[in-house]
């Protein structure tokens, strides 16, 4: 399956700080999707990006597809304490519907 | 409620006991998976059923053994666990060339004892 490598693996922040996570493949993705997992939860699909170059915003996420399709990031604007989780990138993972989860960024936040 | 039900949400079970994971969808989905994830690791993709037939075996040891006697309900029967078996498992749904993504149950956090 494709192969994806997330950092960081950990951030802490200051409420109010930004954070930034981003996602990097090999090779080419037909798209990508982004899961935020809360402590104790389980994912919870965010967004879909499938265009080269496609930026994508809720609220104070920001999600960006690279030019190139093999990278693609989630930044978000002043965090949260209810930001607090496991964001995770999601490629295609071989035929049919099948993905495979990166690593995951762990995000705390302080007040 | 996610529209993906999972039960038990929390099992222990003997290394020697046979149980199974329950999962059922309302979302009218026609893909169903099974995940596994364990502390410190990604999420590992157990099995595929699109359409009611298995599409995936991702090299899962025998003692786990899926079934999905329709587009609604996957089961995950364990026997002769290990103890590196405990886990959380994941169940998830998703609809074929649709862009809302997976949505999962709320996981049944598995201790074989």
């Known amino acids: 399956g494709q192969q994806v490598m997330q950092i960081p693996q950990y951030q802490h922040v200051q409420e109010g700080e930004d954070f930034t996570t981003y996602c990097n493949s090999s090779t080419t993705l037909s798209n990508i999707q982004w899961y935020k997992q809360r402590p104790g939860g389980h994912p919870v699909f965010l967004i879909q990006?499938?265009?080269?170059?496609e930026v994508k915003k809720q609220k104070r996420l920001t999600f960006q597809f690279g030019e190139a399709k093999k990278n693609s990031s989630l930044h978000i604007t002043a965090t949260q304490t209810t930001d607090v989780g496991t964001y995770f990138c999601a490629p295609p993972g071989g035929g049919g519907n099948k993905l495979t989860f990166g690593t995951g960024t762990q995000l705390k936040v302080e007040l | 409620e996610t529209g993906v039900t999972q039960t038990p949400r929390h099992l222990v079970m003997g290394m020697t006991n046979k149980k199974s994971l329950k999962c059922e969808q309302h979302?009218?989905?026609?893909?169903m998976y099974w995940y596994k994830q364990s502390a410190k690791k990604p999420l590992e993709l157990m099995f595929v059923?699109?359409?009611?037939?298995?599409?995936e075996n991702n090299s899962v040891p025998s003692r786990f053994s899926p079934e999905c006697p329709n587009s609604s309900h996957l089961f995950l029967h364990l026997h002769t666990l290990q103890p590196e078996d405990s886990a959380l498992y994941l169940c998830?749904?998703?609809?074929?060339?649709?862009?809302?993504?997976?949505?999962f149950g709320s996981g049944t956090r598995l201790t074989v004892v």
């Open positions: 059923y699109s359409l009611e037939e298995r599409v």
């Open positions: 990006l499938v265009k080269s170059g």
């Open positions: 998830a749904s998703s609809q074929a060339g649709g862009n809302y993504g997976y949505t």
């Open positions: 979302l009218g989905h026609n893909a």
